[in-house]
Every structure is written in structure tokens, then in C-alpha cells.
């Protein structure tokens, strides 16, 4: 705001002369200036009625006239900022709040003249325009939301065969093929395949959703549940022989190698020759129920004390659909079969029988083993003259070094015994090995005692033997089952 004029001028003469012709009708003051002075007042009267002299009052006013300043806020396109009246020596107020715009943030005032940005503690000395300083907003990007990683589930079903764990696969992943194979009793894997369509899985292929693998199974031939069975699941054999029963034994002679042995059998054979089987060798003699032996043994071919089969250190023989006897023996102490340190094994199918003289069909000893699988026996056997001092047996078992495995089904039955003297012949001698002293029921200590003995003819399936020795080795200290001392 400026100041008035300090001096009567043409305007204020008018005015005054305006203001006579309004005092004629009544009007009121005026207030007009003259110089140095306000001239507050003119009456409604110009001249006094009682004197007539001018009726002019004159009132003086000595204060300064007040300064002020606009300050205008131009916001830019933002929200409206009213303008403020700033008095000489004041300072603008920085409007709050800011002004807005859409996308935009409010920066600062700066002075529209020189594009200063303005500083609010600054006195005002002239009317002035702020305007607003805007930058573009940044966009507000929220953190990206993490989805769960989508997985699937892989299960393998081995439909009875061992178990496999399912897996877990990211997206865009393959399952791993499951190694080893699973394993199916009787049973030989072939592949995994989608339950879905049946079809073989292609574990190349990219897993897509959940999914459920079949194991695919095919049933095991014959001869690989024998194979199997006497070498173990997925042994190699490393020969096999085809033969005619005369070269029997030239066939197992041959075998000194390590290795898993099939050596096929036709016919029946007589031996006259001794056959070993040591070391680690598996040998699965294998039959049509042929015999072997099958005619009269003299002494001068096979003197006392013959093996006609050793299985020793080691070394495992598999019988099947093999007839050991028809044999009469016409020496003391010979052996059918001998096993010292091995494994006999009589599976089904496979016999003793017919065998007749002063003879052991087997004879275990030394860590030795004999099996017999269901479906075997030993049967129609006959010990003659035997006495207490040679305990002739039709099945030897030097205990507790040697061991006896007979399963339910197999049999041992309808085997008699011809004493001479007191009887020593039974058909099931367990014996005990006495390396020192003499035991008052031995004359002679470095042969083995009978401490124990089967008398009957017949053993039954249920029949079971348990015995413990006394700590000098040298007697039975409890028995149970239908055993009997000598």
C-alpha cells in the first residue's frame, strides 16, 4: 500500500467543492489531506450559522501511514495457496501443509524472479510471487511378493516290492531314477511306469504335476529261482556243465576254480574215483533223479576210511533231484559224503537212500554244515553189524563244531540198525570231540565218543534236540527231546 498525497491537489479541490454542493442537501463529513496534515473532518455545515465563518475542523494526525506487501503463492498446477498481506519488516509464513499435485512431490517455494528457492526466514521488502518446485514421483514399488516355489510329488509304488522313497521335485525339474532297483521275491524289475497310462517313464522328462511310478515286474524263470536259491540273488555262474552221469566226476574234478558251479546231471553214475570240492567254490548238482553209487562198493576199490565226496574249506555242494545210495558197502568207515569246513545242502527232491553196510551217509565235522531243505530225506538206510567200539552212524555230527539244519519238511525215516555186541550203530550220532583225559566210558581218548545218540528209526518233523556239554567238554550236562546217552 502507498502513501497518500501530502498536498491539496486538483482531486482533493474537486472533492471540496463536490462536498459544498452535498452540505446543501444535508450530507455528511468528508475527510480529504493536505499537506503534512488529514484533514479529518469537514462538517456538514461550511459556515458557522451564528457567525458565519468557515465551519472547518482540522484534526492532524502525526503517525507514519502502514506499509505493506503481497506475497502471491503460485502452486503450479498444485492445490490453491492463499496469498498473504506481509507488513513492512514482516516475513512470509511457509504454508502448511505443502500443496499437492498429482504425480508429483512438493519440493520447496523458490522467488518466480530468479528461480531462487525461498528462504521463509527472509523479510519481505516488496510485493512477490513464489512458486512451487515439483519433481515427478517415484513410483512406490512394493517388495515383490515370494510365492511358495511349486513343487511336485514324485511317489513310486514297488506294487509288493521293496520300498522306495517318494520325491520331491522344483518346477521344471526331473526325478531321479531310483537306484538300487527295487527287489521282489520271485520277481525280476523291469521299469517304471506313469500309473496313469501305463506308459515307461522317461526320467528325462520334466515333471509337470504329481505323479504316481509303478514298479513293472516279471516273474522269475525256474532255473533263475534255483540259481538264486543256491548262489544268491544275481550271482554269475561262472560255468555249467551238461553231462552224461559217466563223466560225473571228471565234471566236479575239474572244478578248482572260485566261482558258482551248475553242473547237469543225466542219468545215474557209479563212482570209482574220489571227488574233492575245496576253497570257494558253489557247486549245484543238479539231477532227474538219477542215482549215484547204485551198485556194490568193494574193499579193494575204496579201502577203509574212503571219501567218495569231500566238501571241505569252504566249499558249498547243492544237491537236487539227486539219489545218493543203492549201494551195498563192504568196508568199514566209509563216507558217502564228508564235510569238513563246508556246506552240504539237500534240497528238494533229493535223497538218501538204499544205502546197506558199515557205513556214514554224511559225516559233518570240523565246521561243517549240513542242510536239509523240505522236500529231502534220508530213509530206507541199513547199519549192520556194528558194535559200540566203531558208533557207526547213518548221519554223523561232531558237535558242538559241526552244525545239523533239518526244515519240517524234510524226513528221516524207516532206517533200521544190526548191532553186534552192545549196539553202537544209531541212526543219528552226535558226537564230541575229547582232545584230554580219559573219561571212564573211553578206553581209547583220541577217538571221538558217542555222548549222544537217535536209537529210533523214525525222526519226526517236531522232534528237536538241545543239549549243552559241562564245562570240562568232557560230558552232557542237560538234554532235552528223545535223546540218550551211551
Not at 542219468?267 to 570240492?277: E, K
Not at 565246521?367 to 530206507?380: L, P
Not at 519240517?408 to 575229547?434: C, E, F, K, M, P
Request: glycine fraction near 8%.
Amino acid at each position: 500500500m502507498k502513501k497518500s498525497d501530502k498536498r491539496i491537489n486538483m482531486r482533493t479541490a474537486v472533492v471540496l467543492a463536490f462536498y459544498l454542493i452535498l452540505c446543501s442537501v444535508g450530507a455528511s463529513s468528508l475527510f480529504i489531506s493536505c499537506e503534512n496534515h488529514w484533514i479529518i473532518e469537514l462538517t456538514q455545515h461550511m459556515f458557522c450559522d451564528d457567525c458565519g465563518k468557515p465551519n472547518v475542523r482540522c484534526i492532524c494526525d502525526t503517525a507514519d501511514p502502514v506499509i505493506t506487501y503481497t506475497v502471491t503463492f503460485d502452486s503450479d498446477g498444485g492445490s490453491i495457496v492463499p496469498e498473504q498481506i506481509i507488513a513492512e519488516g514482516g516475513k512470509a509464513d511457509k504454508p502448511a501443509p505443502d500443496p499437492v499435485k498429482a504425480g508429483y512431490d512438493f519440493v520447496y517455494w523458490f522467488n518466480a524472479a530468479d528461480d531462487a528457492e525461498w528462504n521463509f526466514d527472509t523479510v519481505v521488502t516488496a510485493d512477490i510471487t513464489l512458486k512451487a518446485k515439483w519433481e515427478i514421483t517415484t513410483p512406490v514399488v512394493d517388495d515383490p511378493v515370494v510365492d511358495d516355489p511349486v513343487t511336485y510329488t514324485v511317489t513310486f509304488d514297488s506294487d509288493g516290492g521293496s520300498p522306495v522313497d517318494k520325491q520331491t521335485i522344483s518346477e521344471g525339474g526331473k526325478a531321479d531314477k531310483p537306484a538300487p532297483d527295487p527287489v521282489k521275491a520271485g520277481f525280476n524289475f523291469v521299469h517304471w511306469f506313469n500309473a496313469a497310462n501305463n506308459a515307461e517313464w522317461n526320467f528325462d522328462t520334466v515333471v509337470t504335476a504329481d505323479i504316481t511310478l509303478k514298479a513293472k515286474w516279471i516273474a522269475k524263470t525256474p532255473l533263475q529261482l534255483m540259481n538264486e536259491a543256491d548262489f544268491g540273488a544275481d550271482a554269475e555262474i561262472t560255468e555249467t556243465f551238461d553231462i552224461n552221469a559217466a563223466n560225473l566226476e571228471d565234471a566236479l574234478n575239474s572244478i578248482t576254480a572260485p566261482g558258482n558251479y551248475v553242473v547237469n546231471m543225466n542219468g545215474a553214475a557209479t563212482f570209482s574215483d574220489i571227488v574233492t570240492l575245496s576253497g570257494d567254490v558253489t557247486v549245484s548238482l543238479r539231477g532227474d533223479g538219477g542215482v549215484i553209487l547204485g551198485s556194490n562198493i568193494n574193499n579193494t576199490t575204496h579201502p577203509a576210511g574212503d571219501r567218495f565226496i569231500t566238501v571241505e574249506n569252504g566249499a558249498t555242494l547243492v544237491l537236487r533231484d539227486i539219489t545218493l545210495g543203492g549201494a551195498t558197502l563192504h568196508q568199514n568207515h566209509l563216507y558217502v559224503i564228508l564235510v569238513a569246513g563246508g556246506t552240504l545242502i539237500m534240497e528238494e527232491g533229493s535223497h538218501i537212500t538204499g544205502l546197506t553196510g558199515r557205513v556214514y551217509a554224511v559225516s559233518v565235522s570240523t565246521n561243517g554244515t549240513f542242510i536239509m531243505k523240505n522236500g529231502s530225506s534220508i530213509y530206507n538206510n541199513h547199519l549192520n553189524n556194528v558194535n559200540i567200539a566203531s558208533s557207526y552212524s547213518i548221519i554223523s555230527i561232531n558237535w558242538p563244531n559241526a552244525s545239523f539244519v533239518k526244515d519240517s519238511g524234510a524226513r528221516i525215516y524207516n532206517n533200521s540198525i544190526t548191532n553186534s555186541g552192545d549196539g553202537g550203530g544209531h541212526v543219528l550220532g552226535v558226537l564230541s570231540s575229547v582232545n584230554s583225559g580219559t573219561p571212564p566210558d573211553n578206553p581209547n581218548p583220541n577217538r571221538y565218543i558217542t555222548i549222544l545218540r537217535y536209537r529210533d528209526t523214525d525222526i519226526s518233523e517236531s522232534e528237536t534236540l538241545s543239549v549243552t556239554i559241562d564245562a570240562a567238554g568232557t560230558g552232557i550236562a542237560e538234554i532235552s527231546g528223545d535223546w540218550e546217552t551211551p
